[in-house]
């Protein structure tokens, strides 16, 4: 019974009117809090380019996990292939041209998923295990790569050469226009522009590009014969095989794209945005790409959410720390209203953790100039143990996703 | 004579064991043919053998007069049989639509699945055969009886003529039965044919137009419920005659096991779920606790085993308050559970049985021996209780999902009931299993009542509870509503009582 309600609850909760609302309200109070502080680059043009170039590799990353989560099979192993992603990108971007590196790279990811693939469903390794397996791989292998192809290109065993870039366009007229109106810093109007104008300048046609995966993502699972099929895999694998669904192969098809998406979200770091290879440069975004499924409750739209936010603090953070210290205004605004929420449903215990928020942050933000670039980096991995903490009732994993699964016996 | 199945001389043998030999059964169209018998008859496998997943070792299967060669449940669907199995094969994340057309989707353009169509298409088997579910409700909103009308519109929704249905009703709540069998004397009246696969006398008696019965892997007897009895059906079942249990009476003793005082406990969600309960069960009593599922039963189980401590009022359970003492306290002072879901809760399905019978009892003599395990002690004893209770397995190093449901109840029972413990609490003992089973789980807990032991004894079974039970109390919406004297009560009465209605 209880689940019902709180079904009812998700569903109002994620309704388009209400979403539509709290957007709207965000909106004002982040137009409040930069008219307040005065620190008018967290809704500049430039920050908004920025958060694009942080979010698509997290969004692709997610969208691998979601894959593969939603065909039953968990993949830890979405960091090693980006990391794959971002080396083939960068090699073959560097003999072919740019766009032939992001398919490559879209091909090496697909290679460790398909090889996440036969080690998971085939041999039956415990998926967490592989997913390790293919994290070391990852590095281990663009590393020994890196020393054979890149020192006599002109690379080193770290850096590769560097990659043509893609051209990027801007939208002519509303663009300048936007921006312009974006400097003048009316309240609520002058922010809306000036994100709206970094939506539509200098925007690379990769990214364009990326994002296509996300309405591609919900078409196929929830329109198509495959998407539905690979939602059962898993959600019920036994039911589904009993129905004449091949699990097995549906698991190889679904890994191989995680592996390619997470692959492309790597090419994009190499190719698009440092324009070559670094080691390191994935710096765990595969296990933020995660997150943001869980953020998301395996939802497509909820990935690109999660994505966003943490893409968003990984901009600001880089691009003035400031940003980062103003946007806990927001927070401690948020955590006020939802507190009296609290306070209307006479439920006390939730009043009284979201006053205590609100009144710790805000001594915080009365005590320090900046937050700390390390708590930054680490933000998501805390918003995903809160999510993980207070709204697990309401999450809706995939009811066999990282269960082991051999055909023929029932789970 | 117009005949959906004929199956002729059916037989199957596994290394050492003959599941099936000797097997004919003719099914005419549009009956509602039973076939009954003791788990480990043979049923299951004969169905395994008409839905293609076992291939029989000889016999023949005419399908509507022609010879049938069924090979794999693709052939057994192509020829419009259908399985309508016992443990749902359902998603819960997912609406009913898409569990219903899941293998069998309307396509448009090559990938695209035509939802409009197979909407269409259901909402027409819905209608039809007066099923009553919503296409768009998750699985996971749905009660037991909803789930297993989608498992019937599953198999309708392919076309089947023939529909298997496997123990259809020892999920089921009473009212959830009733609701099921309209349903099937729809699903004959429109010319399909059922085969109901049950142990359960009484319903079968209700429904079936005829009977198959098998035993030992063959069938010995094929009736017409208006030629028979429950007596007989049973005594082909087993092949000889019943114990029927019936209770000494003696005086249940003063001193108390426990005693619950105008307790109230909330749920999760802050939500009161039990509201001023009383009850008292006194050693050497059964107290039988009636009530339609989901009225607070598994609750109340919480509360007295001190899982969930009650908010006002107070619960003292074998000389022990809850609210001080905690679960492993009262678990070692005396107290036994049989839990309701069996394979969950009360056994390690990968693990033997003499692991399985130290669960419970790892720290405290003979099954422990200060921190270590005593393997010995609990081997010995596994094997009392297989003698005892009549266990039919191999030996105590066998893994527990080894056993089929009968047994693995019987061992449950024998373990929770050694060491002669003050209380026990058995949430449906019975349910799902043979009657030769159930014979010997009554039994035992009739012994146990003769030597002084309190039970509460949760079911849904009115047959049980009237058999056993000294006392019966019944509960309705977290709270408890009447009590009842099961010797001047009928069955109709209580069952008005369960409804909430008070018996005047």
Redesign the interface.
Known sequence: ????KE?RLWRIITSPSRMMLTVAGVVILVSVVRQFTGISDITSPGAAGATIRFTIPLLMAGLGGLWAERSGVINIGLEGMMILGTWFGAWFGYLYGPWVGIFAGAVGGALAGLLHAILTVRVGIDQAVSGLAINLLGAGTARFLSGVFFIGAGGDVNVSPQVKSISSFTVPGLSPFLTSLGQKHILVISDVAGVVAGFITSINWASLVMILALPLTSWILW????G??M??CG??P???E????NVYRTRYIALAVSGALAGLGGAYISVVVTGNYLEGQTAGRGYIGLAAVIFGNWQPAGVLAGAALFGLTDALRVRQSTSVHALLLVVIVLAAVYSLTKLRKKDWKGFGINLGIAVFVLAYYMINKVVPDEFVTFFPNLTTILVLAFLSQKL?P??MAGAPYRKGE?S | MNLAIELKGIEKNYPGVVANHDVDIQIHKGDIHAIIGENGAGKSTLMKILYGMVKPDSGSITINGELASIKSPQDSIGLGIGMVHQHFMLADNATVLENIVLGSEPIKAKVVVDYAAARAKIEKIISTYGLDIHVDDLVSDLGVGERQRVEIAKVLFRGAEILILDEPTAVLVPQEVDDLFKNLKELTQNGLTIIFISHKLDEVMTIADNITVMRHGTTVAEVKPANTNKKQLAEYMIGGELPSPRLASTKPREEKVLEVKDATAKDRTGREILHGINLDIHAGEILGLAGVEGNGQSELIELIMGLVKPDSGSVVTVGLDTKEADLRKIRDEGVGYIPQDRQRDGLLMAAPLWENRILGHQETAPMSNGMWINKGAAKSDSERIIKEFDVRTPSNDVLANALSGGNQQKFIVGREMSGDPKMIIAAQPTRGVDVGAQAIIWDHLIEARLKGTGVLLVSADLDELFKLSDRIAVIFRGSIVDYLDPRTTTPEQLGLAMTGEKIA
């Open positions: 019974m209880s689940t019902l079904n329109k198509t014969r495959f539905l099929r939602r059962f959600e019920n036994s039911a589904a009993s129905l004449g669904v809706r995939p009811a029932e």
